[in-house]
């Protein structure tokens, strides 16, 4: 089945605790995004990657990291988190030139 | 600055008749728009898109009409079932820019509740 993974969904950590959420896709996309979701606000992205080893900032890059070291994964850094992290995150990917992208079923973290 | 705008966080229609959801946007380089829904605890899902060079796409019960000189644009849903009840984001994308970059911008969603 083609399908965006992420993982873990669900975390709660406290400030200051370095996390890596993952990101995994069996599509062979080029393209992968993450993005996050908070109320009033919508979907921002806070980083992309148009293939390996090639990334670039989003709209609010800020506090996160990435890496894409291999085509199907795509992970999400936060090295020192902070409560405004805590949000709701997804990862996404498309094949380059496609306009359509899939989405993961999300990772909702909780910093204290 | 808000690129893609929807204006109305929630709207609520009894099952049978048609849902509108509308979506504005400022910036004249968008020439591709999308449309997705998304569920609780599920990451969005693609349901329909238009192009620039279209004024209307219709893919059974949705249709998605486009109005380039008002920057604007409508999903319509008839007729709307209980299972529609989701939020529904806008996102538009800009010129190709030759690198397959496209960037998707997304408006900040319509709740959409049908009410059996």
């Known amino acids: 089945e083609a399908q965006v993974t992420q993982n873990p969904r669900y975390l709660i950590t406290v400030t200051g605790k370095k996390l890596t959420v993952t990101c995994s896709q069996n599509?062979?996309?080029?393209?992968m995004s993450w993005y996050r979701q908070d109320p009033g606000l919508g979907l921002r992205q806070i980083y992309y990657?148009?293939?390996?080893?090639?990334?670039d900032k989003g709209d609010v890059p800020e506090g996160y990291k990435v890496s894409r070291k291999e085509k199907r994964n795509f992970p999400l850094i936060l090295e020192s988190p902070s409560p405004n992290q805590t949000s709701l995150y997804f990862c996404?990917?498309?094949?380059?030139?496609?306009?359509?992208?899939?989405f993961g079923p999300g990772t909702r973290l909780t910093v204290t | 600055d808000q690129q893609v705008k929807q204006n109305s966080p929630s709207l609520s229609v009894q099952e049978g008749r048609i849902s509108i959801l509308n979506c504005d946007y400022t910036?004249?380089?968008?020439?591709?728009f999308l449309w997705y829904k998304k569920y609780p605890a599920e990451g969005p899902t693609f349901l329909i898109s238009?192009?620039?060079?279209?004024d209307k796409n219709e893919d059974g019960r949705f249709t998605v009409f486009l109005n380039k000189s008002a920057k604007h644009l409508s999903l319509h849903i008839v007729p709307s079932q209980p299972g529609d009840s989701a939020v529904y984001f806008c996102?538009?994308?800009?010129?190709?820019?030759?690198?397959?970059?496209?960037?998707?911008?997304f408006g900040k969603g319509t709740k959409l509740s049908v009410i059996p």
């Open positions: 599509m062979n996309h080029e393209y």
């Open positions: 910036n004249s380089m968008f020439d591709y």
């Open positions: 238009i192009s620039s060079i279209k």
């Open positions: 996404a990917s498309r094949l380059q030139g496609a306009r359509e992208q899939y």
């Open positions: 996102a538009a994308i800009g010129a190709y820019s030759g690198a397959g970059s496209y960037q998707l911008t």
């Open positions: 990657s148009m293939n390996v080893e090639v990334t």
